[in-house]
């Protein structure tokens, strides 16, 4: 990993910034590479899974990492322009200085991707590194090994390993890797994690991106459609069942209107998937280890006093690893549900008397990923987006938010830091560099000693309200 990284750093020196078709021949070939092996790659993630949806993996890990590199490749050119600023103060413009910020490449990206959408948060954010004029390095997770090597050699296909390469491997390699002088580094995964990753790139002053996760909630607010908003928040809760980072953790409704919508989410399950067992469209939970984890947090819940209510029958589902949506009312913050990303098909409910309770519930936990709010008040839902910090919003929808390529994304505090996608994405991953080119005329000749009444008169000229 060291070679590879000293030799993809040489060859940024050498080559210098790459030009527009340069960067556009790299999109093109990341793109070629998800077409050409889409089959391949929906194949792998079932097999690491113990099943997946084909359906789900071509629009979640295909499709949708096809179109950031597409939008990526419209707007290249555009983005990489210089970009005028003002000089201060303006008069100094009417002698000629000049003021414009350069958009360089930064060099070598490290990128940690994870296990639950491993092609997605890879490709999507290689838009914005190859973009930017980036060269980069890949750690995919151990977890869907699969996967991990299908995408080595996918990249090798199209990729000498001085432009992008691939390094899999168990958390030693890692670590190892984070512990690597990149001049960016990118990790997606658990908060508990970033904290080893942050450690790590320290000791370089290496700049990190994060994009963590939390407890997102779902607000169901005053005169929300409960069959839409429940169709809506189990689409969310149930693909890739529920293992996404911006999936809605738990949901939030006023208490007259808690069993009316458990009824309608009921109907929303039943409507996706008749059954369990054996479905194409429901995918698995990854190992029997976040398996476990999940039973054990509806374990748990029960016997602190939580009532569980699977949304359909289970049907031996849970011999395939697959668990069947629930939901889970009663609980509290002692409860592991509540107090732990779930990851998985559960949605706790916490009920409100108003939505200033809902707000207050919200401001009291860690600031998450995402915010969802249902309902047409536009009054209340302007509250809501004035009373809370979060990652993104999505109004009216789950996840959404996630897929509009010039839309940042991207944490705050313990749900990440910094943030990808679009034009945000290649600023990520580029240094704006400030430029300021002086008049010919000698203006700073009047801050130069020796000092006497011209710099007195500027100075009461600035030192002033």
């Given amino acids: 990993m060291h070679a590879t990284l000293e030799r993809q750093k040489s060859a940024q020196l050498a080559d210098g910034p790459p030009s527009a078709g340069v960067r556009i021949d790299r999109l093109d070939r990341a793109i070629g590479l998800l077409v050409d092996y889409a089959d391949e790659m929906a194949d792998a993630l079932r097999e690491d899974f113990g099943h997946r949806s084909v359906h789900a993996s071509l629009v979640t890990d295909v499709a949708a990492s096809i179109e950031p590199l597409k939008h990526a490749k419209r707007h290249v050119r555009r983005w990489m322009r210089r970009e005028p600023r003002k000089v201060s103060p303006a008069p100094l413009a009417l002698l000629g200085a000049r003021a414009w ?132 928040l189990m689409f969310g809760k149930t693909l890739n069942a529920g293992q996404v980072c911006v999936a809605p953790d738990y949901a939030l409704l006023r208490r007259d209107r808690v069993d009316a919508f458990i009824d309608a989410l009921d109907r929303a399950v039943k409507g996706m998937f008749p059954t369990f067992t054996g479905n194409p469209d429901y995918t698995a939970i990854v190992n029997a280890r976040h398996f476990d984890r999940l039973l054990g947090y509806l374990d748990d819940a029960r016997a602190k006093g939580a009532v569980v209510r699977e949304l359909n029958s289970p049907d031996g589902a849970l011999e395939e690893r697959r668990l069947v ?138 030192i002033r309200r």
């Fill in 101 to 232: 910020v350069d958009y360089q490449p930064k060099g070598v990206v490290g990128l940690i991707s994870p296990w639950n959408f491993p092609f997605n948060l890879t490709f999507a954010p290689l838009a914005g590194i190859l973009a930017a004029g980036n060269r980069a390095m890949i750690k995919p997770s151990e977890f869907t090994p699969r996967s991990s090597a299908l995408m080595q050699r996918m990249i090798a296909t199209a990729f000498g390993d001085s432009e992008v390469a691939v390094f899999t491997g168990d958390a030693e390699v890692g670590a190892a890797f984070a512990s690597l002088p990149f001049d960016h580094l990118l990790f997606t995964g658990a908060t508990s994690v970033a904290k080893h990753i942050m450690r790590a790139a320290a000791e370089n002053l290496v700049p990190v991106t994060l994009e963590l996760g939390g407890k997102s909630p779902a607000i169901v607010g005053t005169g929300a459609d409960l069959d839409l908003a429940a169709r809506r």
């Fill in 325 to 462: 949506p629930a939901v889970v009312t009663g609980v509290d913050d002692t409860m592991d549900i509540m107090r732990d990303e779930i990851f998985g098909p559960i949605l706790p409910i916490v009920a409100y008397d108003g939505i200033d309770d809902a707000i207050a519930y919200i401001n009291g936990h860690a600031r998450p990923l995402s915010l969802y709010y249902f309902g047409d008040d536009r009054r209340e839902q302007e509250h809501v987006l004035a009373r809370t910090v979060v990652g993104g919003v999505t109004i009216n929808d789950t996840v959404m938010h996630l897929s509009m390529d010039d839309l940042p994304f991207g944490g705050i505090g313990p749900s990440g830091m910094g943030a990808y996608h679009g034009v945000d994405g290649f600023r990520t991953f580029s240094h704006a560099r400030p430029v300021y080119r002086q008049s010919r005329f000698d203006i700073s000749a009047m801050l130069r000693p020796p000092y006497g009444e011209t710099i007195r008169r500027l100075l009461d000229f600035k």
